[in-house]
């Protein structure tokens, strides 16, 4: 609801008329979409945060992923991609109760598990197949973005980026 918006735009403090702005202007009015954007925006920067200062201290490449697939089930439209969505993907477990998996789900447990695989085997996510996953470096902050299909994008627009720096000091 408005009240926990407003409660949760509050709690950027000295950046809150900026945190209002931003969210305002992503061109929607629905309160639920602009709640969720703003539970998936704070973990985002914050991993973005993670991995910008592990950089200066690793000679190992950084893969990020944001699982985005959403399970089938009675709830899915609730619960949305959750954290440790992945695992059944990843283990190419899709059986459960009240649970419908598709071809999609298939090819989505094809591209997880082969990432994971690989990247067990090598250190790379990367494999014959499967699209190019890139590391993560500090000028375009991308990550690899998980729904019915696989491919790059940033962490978040900049701006988002910039707000939480300067609230959270990331």
Do not use: C
């Not at 509050?10 to 969720?36: C, D, H, K, M, W």
């Not at 985002?44 to 991995?51: E, Y």
């Not at 082969?114 to 375009?140: E, H, K, M």
């Amino acid at each position: 609801n408005q009240a926990d918006i407003d409660r949760q735009i509050a709690e950027f403090g000295p950046v809150a008329a900026r945190a209002r702005a931003l969210y305002a202007s992503t061109g929607t009015s629905n309160i639920q979409q602009v709640g969720y954007q703003l539970a998936r925006d704070r973990p985002l920067a914050s991993l973005n945060g993670w991995a910008t200062r592990r950089l200066l201290n690793t000679q190992s490449p950084i893969y990020l992923y944001n699982f985005t697939h959403i399970q089938p089930g009675p709830r899915s439209a609730q619960y949305r991609a959750f954290h440790t969505g992945e695992v059944p993907y990843l283990f190419q477990n899709l059986n459960g109760p009240n649970r419908v998996f598709t071809a999609e789900d298939q090819q989505v447990m094809k591209l997880v598990s082969g990432y994971w695989l690989n990247f067990i085997r090598t250190g790379n996510p990367n494999g014959a197949g499967l699209p190019q996953w890139p590391a993560f470096n500090t000028t375009s902050q991308q990550m690899m973005q998980i729904g019915s299909t696989a491919s790059p994008g940033r962490i978040l627009p900049q701006e988002k980026i910039d707000l939480y720096e300067a609230r959270y000091k990331l």
